[in-house]
DNA sequence: AAACCTCTTGCGGGAACCCGCAGCCTTGGA
DNA sequence: TCCAAGGCTGCGGGTTCCCGCAAGAGGTTT
């Protein structure tokens, strides 16, 4: 079994490869990378069986890099290990997660022997093997009353960037009141309320847009991460309707 | 010597205390805490000389623990030890570091030998050890022309929070005025341009408040924990000023 | 088939924001 | 002493946002 550890502390790293070195016996190869880009570099090269990968990277994120690799070799079992089980995490994986494929999200706060349950279940066994706390953030955004739907979150990560209801219109190709509609569900979902949220003169102590915004971060909806994110396929976007307009 | 530990990844903490135990000779107790509320507590009772300090950390940053235990004992030396340079961090250190006191900023991607050096030059020599590249972050900021003022950077922290202009004058005590001013100087310093972010039918594309937020977020001038410690700020002074309104 | 739900869209108005203009202070030099 | 620089403030107006009301489209349940 050919393995990849994509991580770039220099401690987990070491402490990675020891841990997969003593647990899977039929370990043939074992390369290490620092980066997302260079786990996305390394898994072409070697096409590894099995990855273990950190979220959190400088050049591109874990989740980035899962999705080079998942659409290169959709076979590809990857266990992601990682500090927070932030919902922007959380809903970017199961999103890219190809059909049938076995993963697993562990936490490094875990114990050690989680993580090797978590190795050999993932690795060996292929099942998917999820953290009971990554477990309850995914069934909070299933679900449709608490979580936020995808238009929702859409329109949260845009406000985020900083666009105004327009620029959200035409990049998703839908009218100025709609923007504002789903603006208004997500603000109730957040639970932001105008007629609450009043000063003693009567006026209002939140922008309900900012807040939003610094709400979701409270709540880990969304992170710095995948605001850069955000903004490189905006920017990306923004390139390309600018030519064709041209 | 005393030397307390505050650190909440595992594999980082046991690392720094073999590190501490190998490289200063002379340490008689050895403390360790998985969190800046327990740093507190354990630096009140064991009153260390000195402390290895991580700065991201559940419950309360290292830049808050610092401030709390520095008003304590200001002799205390603290050898701030973090993943990043992010201005937030940079900045809110400078501005609790008591006069005289000697501390050092290093970077988790430090070879283990400038971390050495970094112990015995602030915990024996009582030198103030910075990194490289936080130096330069640092003077960034004290920079006039390129770094944001104080007020400027108050500023930004209250919209990020989602404060109305109204909200911030009655907090910070000066006119709705005064605040768009100040939001107007920090707009200009972040580069946004309302004339020239037009699109082709000549609408703004960016909402400049939520757009200054997204910067300082990507250029690391705040970051998802210098939210959460100014919601706690902010809620303080909510609180109180509803009493006294009452 | 009817009732229902969800999402989208237009209209309209009040609130909040952005910012140019201009006058007022304080501060720190020439 | 006088002047210049920079921050604070009021005024006014154009833009953007927030949201209630209501109508229609498309899919689901009964």
Request: hydrophobic share 40%.
């Amino acid at each position: 079994m050919r393995i990849l550890i994509v991580e770039d502390d220099v401690l987990h790293r070491s402490f990675l490869r020891e841990v997969v070195e003593r647990e899977l016996p039929d370990v043939t190869e074992l390369t290490e990378a620092q980066n997302g880009d260079e786990g996305i570099a390394l898994a072409a090269k070697h096409r590894p069986d099995a990855i273990v990968m950190d979220l959190q990277m400088p050049n591109r994120t874990g989740v980035e890099a899962a999705r080079a690799i998942w659409r290169q070799e959709p076979e590809t079992r990857i266990l992601f290990w990682s500090n927070y089980a932030d919902e922007a995490y959380v809903r970017g994986i199961s999103r890219i997660v190809p059909p049938g494929a076995s993963y697993g999200y562990i936490l490094k706060s875990a114990s050690e022997d989680r993580l090797k349950l978590a190795l050999q279940g993932v690795f060996v066994e292929e099942q998917c093997i999820i953290d009971r706390t990554v477990r309850g953030v995914q069934q909070r955004a299933d679900d449709r009353l608490q979580g936020l739907t995808d238009a929702e979150y859409e329109v949260l990560i845009d406000i985020a960037l900083g666009l105004t209801d327009r620029t959200i219109s035409r990049r998703r190709g839908i009218s100025l009141r709609s923007v504002q509609s789903r603006l208004q569900a997500l603000y109730e979902k957040l639970g932001l309320d105008q007629d609450t949220d009043r000063d003693p003169d009567g006026a209002a102590i939140y922008n309900s847009r900012s807040r939003a915004v610094s709400i979701a971060f409270l709540r880990r909806l969304v992170n710095g991460k995948a605001i850069e994110a955000a903004e490189l396929d905006y920017q990306t976007w923004a390139e390309a309707t600018s030519k064709t307009a041209t």
